[in-house]
């Protein structure tokens, strides 16, 4: 069974970068069982999703956050990444990563993940 | 971008109840709908995914239904531990979207 970590500063700088880091565990990146995702939730608000890579390297990420965004896979260590560039305190969320599979299925859902990291945008 | 409209935003009920929550798209997105719950401070648990089918591990009293733009997710006897937040999400687009939640509480 795969098992997510997210780790990371839990307080970042108004127009700084916000790096953090999925640690996976129980299954390999390099699989393709999976793909690769993070998606974040306000507090008391829904859920949204970030983005994604694929084991290959390749990302989706969404629009609304795309010029602000890289998400990157290092399979040495088994983890990925986001970072989120110029946060304002409009990104203060829970974040979580999260896997989405398996990639046979028709639109695969959000099937293992993070327990979340609080990251807090405030000088 | 596909919008998810769920309803009701909330709902209060007693245990044993059987519960309906609505979940509809804003164009055609076949199957592709998943339900999850969240309890406060956890991260969401996948109940039922390709509109229908339920996650290993979930009881069987969750059911989901529904296609093209119109899903159900019911709940056939409430129970304590359902008391929670419930989300659907297509992944039909190019962007997954959510719909905004309904919560269920006691009554």
């Known amino acids: 069974q795969v098992q997510l970590q997210e780790s990371g500063p839990g307080l970042v700088k108004p127009s700084q970068t916000l790096s953090l880091t999925c640690t996976v565990s129980?299954?390999?990146?390099?699989?393709?069982?999976?793909?690769w995702n993070w998606l974040r939730q306000p507090a008391g608000k829904g859920l949204e999703w970030i983005g994604r890579i694929y084991s290959s390297g390749s990302t989706n990420y969404n629009p609304s956050l795309r010029s602000r965004l890289i998400i990157s896979v290092d399979k040495s260590k088994n983890q990925f990444s986001l970072k989120m560039s110029s946060v304002t305190a409009a990104d203060t969320a829970v974040y979580y990563c999260?896997?989405?599979?398996?990639?046979?299925?028709?639109?695969?859902?959000?099937?293992?993940w993070g327990q979340g990291i609080l990251v807090t945008v405030s000088s | 971008d596909i919008q998810m409209t769920q309803s009701p935003s909330s709902l209060s009920a007693s245990v044993g109840d059987r519960v309906t929550i609505t979940c509809r798209a804003s164009?055609?997105?076949?199957?592709?709908l998943n339900w999850y719950q969240q309890i406060p401070g956890k991260a969401p648990k996948l109940l039922i995914f390709?509109?229908?089918t339920l996650q290993s591990g979930v009881p069987s009293r969750f059911s989901g239904s529904g296609s093209g733009t119109d899903f159900t997710l019911t709940i056939s006897s409430l129970q304590p531990e359902d008391f929670a937040t419930y989300y659907c999400?297509?992944?039909?687009?190019?962007?997954?979207?959510f719909g905004g939640g309904t919560k269920v509480e006691i009554k």
């Open positions: 999260a896997t989405e599979g398996p990639p046979s299925l028709n639109g695969p859902p959000f099937d293992y």
């Open positions: 129980g299954g390999s990146i390099s699989s393709g069982s999976h793909y």
């Open positions: 999400q297509q992944s039909y687009g190019n962007l997954i979207t």
């Open positions: 164009e055609k997105i076949n199957n592709y």
């Open positions: 390709a509109a229908s």
